[in-house]
């Protein structure tokens, strides 16, 4: 992976580490803050909001994922399976409702980190060894 595509492929999973931790505080921070300000809780309990969040999240752990042939290594593609499913679950599947917090906050866990694994590989991988001084005696 050139240095390039490698720079490009850590933006996009910061990007989506950064939608992974945006949904950890919409899901544990804000409920706070709607207890404090009752009048926006309406932001909370739409619908929109989680799906929306979902359907932002789920190209971009793709892509990164994709970009930075992440979904080589053998817990890569568990972790966004896993990460991805519950998010979109949680999000469309109404029979879910009652567990949504806690199908969103493991699912942007496990995206997250899937994301900090994927940013560590390159660096890992692409280093080459340190080579021994063996002009001087």
């Known amino acids: 992976m050139s240095a390039t595509s490698s720079r490009a492929a850590r933006t996009f999973d910061a990007l989506a580490m950064g939608l992974s931790a945006l949904c950890l505080v919409h899901c544990l921070v804000l409920p706070l803050a709607f207890a404090a300000l009752p009048f926006l809780g309406a932001f909370n309990d739409n619908p929109l909001v989680h799906q ?11 892509y990164a994922l994709g970009r930075s042939g992440g979904w080589k290594r053998p817990l890569r593609p568990i972790l966004a399976l896993t990460g991805l499913g519950l998010l979109l679950s949680a999000a469309f599947w109404p029979p879910f409702h009652d ?39």
Do not use: C, F, Q
């Open 52 to 62: 929306g969040l979902a359907l932002l999240a789920a190209p971009v752990s793709l």
């Open 99 to 137: 567990y949504e917090t806690l199908m969103s906050v493991v699912g942007a866990g496990a995206l997250a980190v899937l994301h900090a694994l994927n940013m560590r590989w390159p660096h890992i991988h692409n280093a080459s060894p340190v080579k021994a001084d063996t002009s001087r005696p």
